[in-house]
């Protein structure tokens, strides 16, 4: 019988991470926390409970992997569904018709499909507001906004949240502060801090970390919201389930290592896009010359995996989107292989044509996930696309 405990031990998130579930199988000392491939649980009597009911409303594998992004995040719970958007929708539910909700304007596309085209339906008014900049989000207050949505980083031009700003307008107006910390996670930065009251993640991205997996996860920082999200987590029902649990805890061991990494590999791809003779414009906030550079660096610990560049006039994207051979031409982000995005085609295909471009997404820009690989390879992949796609 293991007598292994990690969880009154003060440990440092690698070590969080790296141990993720191995004091959970007391019975056999399994290493690695096993999958509860179950949909029910036998009860020992009437009104007697293990603790476990029925697999929507908890399952080991799936508490394991909450218990950890709880920590992890430093809240008081975790919750995870089956995929980013669902835990989109699931928080949404936690405002009523008749609210209003503040929202980054640059939005995800896929969130922003969700919140105009199924949750704004339902009454709930969405205000899209240049949330990097805090005069503009108190323009736009009035007695109806109940919420805050921000993206901590955008996609893709990389535009940078005040979160310590937004943080200390949300506590004054009472309003429920939500950041997607997707493009960052907790390793560089912590919204908590900032006074976020919820975090939400796409975990199919760096938390997942490997492209196997679609999975999404919310953090809560107090009890009060926890309760209301445990009720409609179970009550909406679109939880992950325990093998691909499994699998995103499997990618949580390892963040700290592909994060750091991949942040390193991209401060170098984005330096040398940025001399670059057939690259117009990079926008990466590692570089000082980002808008959101001194803002990042004054709140957070890292800039992230993610560069998007404009090429000059004359290169074909659809030639460089053709000639790449270690990058993958596919959507997604934050996995150990490197990928190219065409954002007008592929990730911001549902956001109206004028206010794409008003966003800097013309059809000259595309975005890079950077990955684990050697840096030099990734340079001159790109290099040989480029040198044929003029
Ligand atoms: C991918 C993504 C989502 C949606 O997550 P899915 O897991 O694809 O449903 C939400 N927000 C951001 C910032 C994303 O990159």
Do not use: C
């Amino acid at each position: 019988m293991s007598q292994r405990n990690l969880k009154d031990k003060k440990l440092a998130v690698e070590t969080l991470l790296a141990q993720a579930g191995s004091d959970w199988d007391k019975r056999t000392g399994a290493v690695s926390v096993p999958i509860y491939q179950t949909a029910t649980f036998g009860h020992p009597e009437l009104g007697k409970s293990t603790g476990f009911d029925y697999s929507r409303s908890s399952n080991p594998t799936r508490l394991v992997l909450e218990e950890t992004l709880a920590r992890f995040e430093g809240g008081v719970r975790g919750f995870a569904f089956a995929s980013g958007l669902a835990a989109i929708d699931t928080i949404f539910r936690l405002f009523a018709p008749g609210d209003s909700v503040i929202v980054t304007e640059d939005l995800y596309g896929g969130t922003h499909r969700l919140l105009e085209k199924v949750i704004a339906p339902y009454g709930v008014r969405i205000i899209p507001v240049d949330t990097s900049d805090i005069n503009a989000v108190h323009a736009a207050m009035d007695p109806s906004v109940k919420g805050l949505f921000v993206e901590s980083l955008t996609n893709p031009m990389l535009r940078v949240a005040d979160l310590p700003a937004l943080g200390k307008l949300a506590k004054a107006r009472g309003l429920t502060f939500i950041v997607d910390n997707t493009f960052l996670t907790p390793l560089f930065l912590k919204p908590f801090d900032m006074g976020a009251d919820v975090t939400v993640y796409s975990a199919t991205k760096f938390l997942g970390g490997h492209n196997d997996v679609v999975a999404g996860a919310v953090v809560v920082k107090d009890h009060d919201i926890a309760e209301k999200v445990a009720f409609l987590q179970n009550a909406v029902g679109a939880v992950l389930g325990p093998q691909d649990a499994w699998l995103v805890l499997r990618g949580l061991k390892t963040l700290p290592l592909r994060i750091h990494r991949q942040a390193e590999n991209a401060v170098r791809i984005a330096a040398w896009l940025a001399q670059h003779p057939l690259v117009k414009a990079v926008h990466y906030p590692g570089l000082s010359t980002h808008p959101g550079h001194a803002r990042l660096r004054s709140m957070g610990f890292g800039f992230g995996g993610i560069v998007s560049f404009e090429v000059a006039e004359g290169v074909s994207v659809k030639d460089l989107l053709a000639r790449v051979g270690v990058f993958i031409f596919a959507e997604s982000l934050g996995g150990v292989e490197s990928l190219i995005t065409y954002p007008t085609v592929q990730t911001h295909a549902d956001i109206d044509p004028a206010r794409r471009v008003r966003f800097g997404i013309n059809d000259r820009l595309v975005r890079l996930s950077i990955g684990i690989e050697d840096a030099a390879d990734l340079i001159a992949d790109l290099e040989q696309a480029l040198e044929s796609a003029r």
